[in-house]
């Protein structure tokens, strides 16, 4: 079982320093004994047994199973369905992938069995996956009044670039809150019955969830961050009208629940995945300062279900994962026993990529609720970081729903699990949130625009090309690459390119109080059948414009790029 990883600033050793200053464990994460067959073999694998489709003798295989009462279950489910359907066409055969069921306790002994057996390629085991968050200086628990306050005010990370997304002007925009949009987050455990999660989550929909604390206050946090509902109260998520589900691991692994989840998407939507593992720097070994764990998709079999998801045009989001690790690394060039010959670090930029953006975590701006974890943007000492990572998001002092680790929420706590708030949730799981935020606001926005969503490769691109940039900070150079903050409005225009027009105001309403409150003042002008909006407006153009309305025959030529004013001329 993982414990979270130890503070930014004390990575060099020692224990972690979850809750009581000892470390935390995520309980109920399972090892994963993979096996792959050899294509010739013609493996097919069901209840009564193993057969070969092509006549090859699979009995001894099929003795080794019985003997040891073992099951080999496809992982992605039917080989001759996977034959028909895989729409990876140029990525691994899903068909030769299966799990060695009943076996977990044994699973190192029973891998170097069955990979000896006439039929199988390899076989490997996968340690437990868990939660990519980190651990924090302990806060005291607030009872929070019985009704919940507004706590958007805490979202820096909704804010205007560079310290934010750019979420509030995203919401001025059609689609922006993430209209049409749909989110499936991959780990464990939620609280699907958050008082501020209600309206748009559509629940588990894959796997059963985890009943331990921890797993659940993580989830809920994700959801939180992304999709929190827009009510006046508690939190509001990046694209709080987009749709949000679950996929569970628990019983299927990691690699199937992505599979099942891209099924259950189509082009545009977003797989978030949560979570990471024990990598080959300390030889696959579960600790508690999380040092050397990485991204899933250095194994084989998730590998091949995130290609699976990108090349229908899903969105894959994942965790770079909090090791402290340069992916970059010479070591991540050796294949690992077991894995099959066709295997290729997929952190290498020169090899196939998986198709996924992976994110790393930076830090928020100094002074955020009255704390300083480096300059802002630049890399968090726990962050794995190299040419593989797309994007950065708030790694640490991300507010949003759910507890503090296995306890009640250390922003907002009491009896009531369900009105549960945080003020430090963090790890690259806290900023894979951010970014799959700033993903589905522009895929809302490309859908109202009736343009094509953006494919895997393009969000890739975009998020590259645009953004707040990293920061260096002290030991930890902008050069060890974690990549840019989204900035929705500034990726908008490369992917929504402005038609600049022009007209005269027929009206205009000066909104000295705003709706929502977190956007800024504006002075709103009718113009060319629509409402056109300039944020922040001097006192003198507010006074031009009025003494020209009021003079009954107003004269204020306006020019807007969709529905922001970039120039005005008063003449009357």
Same mark, same amino acid.
């Given at each position: 079982?993982?414990?979270?990883?130890?503070?930014?600033?004390?990575?060099?050793?020692?224990?972690?320093?979850?809750?009581?200053?000892?470390?935390?464990?995520?309980?109920?994460?399972?090892?994963?004994?993979?096996?792959?067959?050899?294509?010739?073999?013609?493996?097919?694998?069901?209840?009564?047994?193993?057969?070969?489709?092509?006549?090859?003798?699979?009995?001894?295989?099929?003795?080794?199973?019985?003997?040891?009462?073992?099951?080999?279950?496809?992982?992605?489910?039917?080989?001759?369905?996977?034959?028909?359907?895989?729409?990876?066409?140029?990525?691994?055969?899903?068909?030769?992938?299966?799990?060695?069921?009943?076996?977990?306790?044994?699973?190192?002994?029973?891998?170097?069995?069955?990979?000896?057996?006439?039929?199988?390629?390899?076989?490997?085991?996968?340690?437990?996956?868990?939660?990519?968050?980190?651990? *924090? *200086?302990?806060?005291?628990?607030?009872?929070?009044?019985?009704?919940?306050?507004?706590?958007?005010?805490?979202?820096?990370?909704?804010?205007?670039?560079?310290?934010?997304?750019?979420?509030?002007?995203?919401?001025?925009?059609?689609?922006?809150?993430?209209?049409?949009?749909?989110?499936?987050?991959?780990?464990?455990?939620?609280?699907?019955?958050?008082?501020?999660?209600?309206?748009?989550?559509?629940?588990?929909?894959?796997?059963?969830?985890?009943?331990?604390?921890?797993?659940?206050?993580?989830?809920?946090?994700?959801?939180?961050?992304?999709?929190?509902?827009?009510?006046?109260?508690?939190?509001?998520?990046?694209?709080?009208?987009?749709?949000?589900?679950?996929?569970?691991?628990?019983?299927?692994?990691?690699?199937?629940?992505?599979?099942?989840?891209?099924?259950?998407?189509?082009?545009?939507?977003?797989?978030?995945?949560?979570?990471?593992?024990?990598?080959?720097?300390?030889?696959?070994?579960?600790?508690?300062?999380?040092?050397?764990?990485?991204?899933?998709?250095?194994?084989?079999?998730?590998?091949?279900?995130?290609?699976?998801?990108?090349?229908?045009?899903?969105?894959?989001?994942?965790?770079?994962?909090?090791?402290?690790?340069?992916?970059?690394?010479?070591?991540?060039?050796?294949?690992?026993?077991?894995?099959?010959?066709? +295997?290729?670090?997929?952190?290498?930029?020169?090899?196939?990529?998986?198709?996924?953006?992976?994110?790393?975590?930076?830090?928020?701006?100094?002074?955020?609720?009255?704390?300083?974890?480096?300059?802002?943007?630049?890399?968090?000492?726990?962050?794995?970081?190299?040419?593989?990572?797309?994007?950065?998001?708030?790694?640490?002092?991300?507010?949003?729903?759910?507890?503090?680790?296995?306890?009640p929420g250390d922003l907002r706590g009491g009896p009531e699990e369900i009105a549960w708030y945080t003020d430090t949730f963090s790890g690259t799981s806290a900023a894979s949130s951010v970014v799959v935020g700033a993903l589905a606001a522009l895929q809302g926005m490309l859908k109202a625009a009736a343009r094509p969503p953006m494919t895997p490769e393009r969000a890739r691109a975009v998020l590259r090309a645009s953004g707040s940039p990293q920061q260096d900070a002290p030991g930890r150079p902008a050069s060890q690459r974690i990549g840019n903050r989204p900035d929705i409005?500034?990726?908008?225009?490369?992917?929504?390119?402005?038609?600049?027009?022009?007209?005269?105001?027929?009206?205009?309403?000066?909104?000295?109080?705003?709706?929502?409150?977190?956007?800024?003042?504006?002075?709103?002008?009718?113009?060319?059948?629509? +409402?056109?909006?300039?944020?922040?407006?001097?006192?003198?153009?507010?006074?031009?414009?009025?003494?020209?309305?009021?003079?009954?025959?107003?004269?204020?030529?306006?020019?807007?790029?969709?529905?922001?004013?970039?120039?005005?001329?008063?003449?009357?």
């Open positions: 079982m993982s414990e979270q990883v130890q503070r930014a600033e004390d990575l060099g050793g020692g224990p972690g320093p979850g809750p009581g200053g000892a470390g935390f464990a995520y309980r109920g994460a399972e090892p994963e004994l993979i096996v792959v067959a050899r294509p010739e073999a013609g493996l097919r694998a069901g209840a009564g047994g193993v057969r070969s489709a092509v006549d090859v003798d699979v009995s001894a295989l099929d003795l080794f199973l019985t003997e040891e009462r073992l099951v080999l279950e496809p992982l992605f489910g039917s080989e001759v369905r996977l034959g028909t359907t895989d729409a990876a066409d140029d990525g691994p055969d899903l068909a030769l992938f299966y799990r060695l069921r009943a076996g977990e306790r044994r699973a190192r002994e029973l891998r170097e069995r069955i990979a000896a057996l006439p039929g199988i390629a390899t076989a490997y085991v996968k340690p437990g996956a868990v939660p990519a968050t980190v651990a *924090d *200086d302990d806060r005291r628990m607030t009872e929070g009044p019985p009704v919940t306050p507004d706590l958007s005010g805490r979202q820096g990370y909704l804010r205007a670039a560079p310290e934010g997304t750019d979420a509030h002007w995203a919401w001025q925009r059609p689609g922006g809150s993430g209209q049409g949009v749909t989110v499936i987050d991959v780990e464990g455990a939620w609280q699907l019955g958050h008082e501020d999660l209600a309206g748009r989550l559509a629940g588990v929909v894959i796997g059963t969830p985890l009943t331990d604390l921890a797993w659940r206050n993580h989830g809920t946090a994700v959801i939180g961050v992304i999709g929190g509902d827009r009510s006046g109260s508690g939190v509001t998520g990046i694209v709080p009208e987009a749709v949000t589900a679950a996929a569970s691991v628990q019983g299927i692994g990691t690699a199937a629940a992505i599979h099942a989840a891209a099924d259950r998407l189509g082009p545009g939507d977003v797989v978030l995945v949560e979570l990471h593992r024990p990598g080959p720097r300390f030889a696959y070994a579960e600790r508690e300062d999380q040092r050397g764990y990485m991204a899933i998709e250095w194994w084989p079999d998730d590998y091949a279900a995130v290609r699976y998801a990108t090349a229908r045009g899903v969105l894959v989001v994942a965790a770079a994962g909090n090791g402290g690790e340069s992916l970059d690394d010479a070591l991540y060039e050796r294949r690992p026993d077991g894995f099959p010959e066709w +295997w290729r670090n997929p952190f290498n930029p020169a090899h196939p990529s998986s198709g996924a953006v992976l994110v790393g975590a930076g830090a928020p701006p100094p002074g955020t609720h009255g704390r300083d974890h480096g300059p802002d943007r630049s890399r968090l000492a726990f962050s794995n970081h190299g040419a593989r990572v797309d994007a950065q998001g708030w790694g640490r002092e991300v507010t949003t729903t759910g507890g503090h680790w296995d306890r409005k500034a990726a908008v225009g490369q992917l929504l390119p402005p038609a600049v027009g022009s007209g005269q105001a027929e009206r205009y309403w000066d909104e000295l109080l705003p709706y929502p409150p977190e956007l800024p003042p504006r002075l709103r002008l009718f113009v060319a059948g629509a +409402w056109r909006s300039l944020n922040r407006p001097s006192a003198e153009i507010r006074q031009a414009v009025h003494s020209a309305f009021a003079s009954g025959r107003p004269d204020v030529r306006v020019w807007f790029s969709d529905d922001e004013i970039v120039g005005l001329v008063v003449t009357g």
